[in-house]
């Protein structure tokens, strides 16, 4: 049971150049989310998909899409990449709406945007 | 801007002090959450509190819920070096649809 897998660990990227970041969760949850945390901000949804099937936009989703490929696997990419984008990419899972629901956090993408 | 205020934003002290971190909100959450997280990782459920002025301890730990719930407290007993840490709280916006609202996040070191 390896939880909440994200790939890859790092990443330096140029400016314009595109990437997929990959997220797996083998617990069977229904929600995945992706966050982006910079310093003194700490974390800011970016995109979340509350089931199979559905994508729907956090509080900075602009220069970002997703796919929800199944129920375990939910993607970030970056169609072109700015240095804004410089940040650590979280994903996130988590069983279902409700308020008592853990979300369970990935070990973290860190990109780098020249 | 920030749903969620923390403060403070940093915190030093020495081992066996007592701490607070609060969260603050103007808005309505439906349940809210406490994380802490180490250097390189992501963030590790705390507590849940979902009833407006819930109180949960976890050992040296407290969390209370504010009674409007928008506002949350975290209160540490005798601090240990293992506290240090990023804290986190996160709100689950009411009718948002699952949806999450983090805070700034209290960076707390303590000193043996």
């Known amino acids: 049971n390896a939880g909440v897998t994200q790939t890859p660990k790092f990443q330096v990227l140029k400016t314009g150049q595109s990437m997929t970041l990959q997220c797996a969760q083998d617990m069977n949850h229904n929600s995945m989310y992706w966050y982006r945390q910079d310093p003194g901000m700490g974390l800011r949804l970016i995109y979340y998909?509350?089931?199979?099937?559905?994508?729907d936009k956090g509080e900075v989703p602009n220069g970002y899409n997703v796919s929800r490929l199944n129920k375990r696997e939910f993607s970030l990419r970056l169609e072109s990449a700015a240095p804004s984008q410089t940040s650590v990419y979280f994903c996130?899972?988590?069983?279902?709406?409700?308020?008592?629901?853990?979300?369970?956090f990935g070990p973290g993408t860190r990109l780098t945007v020249l | 801007t920030q749903l969620l205020e923390q403060s403070p934003q940093f915190l030093s002290i020495q081992e066996g002090e007592n701490l607070t971190v609060y969260c603050n909100s103007s808005?309505?959450?439906?349940?809210l959450q406490w994380y802490r997280q180490e250097p390189g990782e992501g963030p590790v459920l705390l507590v849940t509190?979902?009833?407006?002025?819930e109180v949960k301890k976890l050992k040296r730990l407290t969390f209370q819920f504010g009674d409007a719930r928008k506002d949350s407290s975290l209160h540490i007993t005798a601090a240990q070096p293992g506290d240090t840490g990023l804290y986190l709280c996160?709100?689950?916006?009411?009718?948002?649809?699952?949806?999450?609202?983090f805070g700034t996040g209290t960076s707390l070191t303590v000193i043996p």
């Open positions: 808005s309505v959450f439906s349940s």
């Open positions: 509190v979902v009833t407006g002025g």
């Open positions: 998909s509350a089931s199979e099937g559905t994508t």
């Open positions: 996160a709100g689950e916006g009411a009718g948002t649809g699952n949806q999450f609202y």
């Open positions: 996130a899972s988590r069983t279902g709406a409700g308020g008592r629901g853990e979300q369970f």
